[in-house]
């Protein structure tokens, strides 16, 4: 995951261009560093052929052929790069050859041979590599070839530390680039990542909330300012739809209420028939059921709009649990189920609301209860672990398909809607329970597989007072 990381990939793009960037330069430099170290080499031998050409202009006319030799020996201790050159005519004989040169016999390029830019070549002499320069000049009508040489170890000295200079800085300059790199792309994202944060901590409940703007004059600063107006534009309809969903919820309660008394005092009549009686009774469980779904919508209308109506104290939640298992039995009895609790000896300390905890768990009851086999056991424990508590309601019914796991606490999502609408149940209850835990800082999860019953956990912290306690 960290490698698909912006800040990673920038930094591996920039290294990526860097040591490409860094190796053709080096060996750029190698190549120009060679080519400068013998064009420096092939002047120096230039200017030496040139002496020596100035040198038979003077001399050659008036002296004999032992004379030429012994003034060229003289010439090669006292001129520039010692006595490594060789002259020859155009008939390939030799005016003067260096002794090391001679000994090696080394090549004479006869003046036939040469042009007029002459040649330049690497030779080896006594097992020592040598740089030529071979030139054609002509002295008083006479063709002659000069061959001048020099040796080459400092030459190839000053490579080798060259190179070992760019081996040696070009790795320490990618592995401080690179962790500048990661700091520089680090530095420029982190504003990305205080807006993803922000951005993460804003839901429903909280659509007020704006990102942090920079005065940067960037990118960042446009995107931070459209993200702003896209939350105030689901703030404002959120709203909408949050009151609409109030005001409507209140409105019907009135006329169900009036619908449901209606339908009772009917009820109580005598003479009427049958058929009458039994569709008075269903209007009464119609309107008792619209009537609690009425009272769900309203109760989340106000938690979207941030007005939840909680007054939390300090309360043990194992009585409200306790009051939610007597109320629920009660139902569970008219189906031959047995509600069956395990509760600590000792308080379970929350800050919380008690009348929510209360409802929250006879939510997770009424469902276990619907959903249960006749003359089963539902089982409910509650148990302090590591400063939290844990309120676990287990059936043995038809339990949660793999697929419609995900979908519990959606509003109005039921996995059986036919069957769902047979027991009463409209879909929010789930709902409105994970919305109890999640106004009291906890966690909701559950267990389930098709055919083998659910179990719901629901986890609370603690009151840290209760600590000694556990």
């Known amino acids: ?223 931070s300012e459209t993200l702003n107006a896209m939350l105030a534009r689901l703030s404002d309809s959120v709203q909408r739809m949050s009151q609409f969903t109030a005001d409507a919820s209140h409105e019907l309660r009135a006329p169900i209420s009036l619908i449901r008394t209606t339908a009772e005092l009917a009820l109580q009549r005598s003479g009427l028939s049958a058929e009458l009686t039994r569709d008075l009774k269903q209007v009464v469980a119609e309107a008792g059921r619209t009537s609690r779904l009425v009272e769900s919508l309203l109760l989340l209308a106000r938690a979207d709009t941030g007005e939840d109506g909680l007054h939390k104290e300090l309360t043990d939640w194992s009585l409200s649990v306790q009051e939610a298992v007597e109320q629920a039995s009660r139902v569970a009895k008219t189906r031959n189920i047995t509600v069956h609790l395990s509760t600590p000896d000792h308080p379970l300390a929350v800050f919380g609301d008690l009348e929510a905890l209360r409802r929250l768990a006879f939510i997770l009851l009424d469902n276990a209860i619907k959903y249960s086999p006749e003359s089963s056991v539902v089982r409910v424990s509650m148990i302090a672990e590591r400063n939290q508590g844990i309120l676990s309601v287990a059936d043995s019914g038809i339990g949660i398909n793999a697929e419609d796991r995900e979908h519990v606490f959606d509003r109005f999502w039921r996995a059986d809607k036919a069957r769902s609408r047979g027991l009463g149940g409209a879909g929010l209850g789930l709902s409105i329970a994970k919305w109890i835990v999640d106004s009291h800082q906890g966690t909701i999860r559950l267990t389930s597989e098709a055919g083998s019953g659910t179990t719901f956990e629901v986890q609370i912290p603690l009151h840290v007072r209760s600590k000694g306690a556990l």
């Open 1 to 223: 995951m960290i490698f698909r990381a912006i800040r990673v990939r920038l930094t591996v793009w920039y290294l990526a261009i860097l040591v490409l960037g860094l190796g053709a330069l080096s060996i750029g430099s190698w190549f120009a560093m060679r080519a400068s170290l013998f064009h420096a080499i092939d002047h120096e031998l230039e200017d030496r052929i040139k002496g020596v050409e100035k040198f038979m202009n003077e001399q050659i006319a008036s002296l004999t052929l032992v004379e030429i030799r012994d003034e060229f020996r003289e010439h090669s201790v006292l001129g520039p790069g010692g006595d490594l050159f060789q002259v020859c005519n155009r008939r390939g004989e030799w005016l003067y050859r260096s002794l090391p040169l001679e000994n090696n016999r080394t090549p004479i390029r006869t003046p036939d041979q040469l042009g007029e830019s002459g040649l330049e070549e690497n030779l080896t002499v006594q097992k020592t590599p040598v740089r030529f320069s071979s030139r054609r000049i002509v002295v008083r009508g006479e063709p002659y070839t000069v061959q001048v040489a020099t040796p080459l170890p400092e030459f190839y000295g000053a490579l080798q530390r060259f190179s070992t200079i760019l081996l040696l800085s070009v790795p320490v300059l990618i592995l401080v680039a690179s962790v500048g790199g990661y700091w520089i792309s680090t530095r420029a994202l982190r504003p990305v990542e205080e807006i993803r944060a922000t951005a993460e901590s804003i839901s429903i409940r909280n659509l007020s909330e704006r990102l942090t703007v920079p005065d940067s004059g960037d990118e960042l600063q446009r995107l």
